[in-house]
């Protein structure tokens, strides 16, 4: 038995496994946070709705949205309704995010992310 080199493995992967707020974008802050309804409607392909009841018709793997953020920024990794479409399509890492003690990720939306397993 060598629990000392365990432990010493172990206390390096505490500092990876130890992500805060400013580890993230934003947007993928924005993205987990705000109330959204993603809702496919062909693969790879869905209708986001945002907090005021907005439609976006969102290609996950295009990266593309309808949204005013894409058309006059297109930031790199995509907008808050390409983020929330990914994450809940498995296109993006939730984990780090729900590793996170200061991310509110309690959405409905997560459920079957298996969220209390990390927390
Ligand atoms: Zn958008």
Do not use: W
């Amino acid at each position: 038995m060598s629990s000392r080199a365990e432990a010493q493995g172990g206390s390096n992967e505490a500092e990876l496994d130890n992500p805060s707020r400013e580890d993230f974008e934003d947007r993928t802050l924005r993205a987990v946070e705000q109330s959204m309804v993603v809702v496919q409607v062909a693969p790879g392909m869905c209708h986001v709705y945002s907090q005021d009841g907005t439609q976006y018709t969102v290609d996950i793997y295009l990266e593309a949205c309808g949204c005013d953020d894409m058309f006059y920024r297109e930031p790199e990794g995509g907008c808050k309704h390409v983020r929330r479409a990914k994450l809940k399509h498995g296109e993006m890492d939730l984990e780090p995010l729900i590793r996170c003690p200061n991310i509110d990720i309690s959405h409905p939306m997560f459920e079957h992310l298996a969220v209390p397993e990390y927390r």
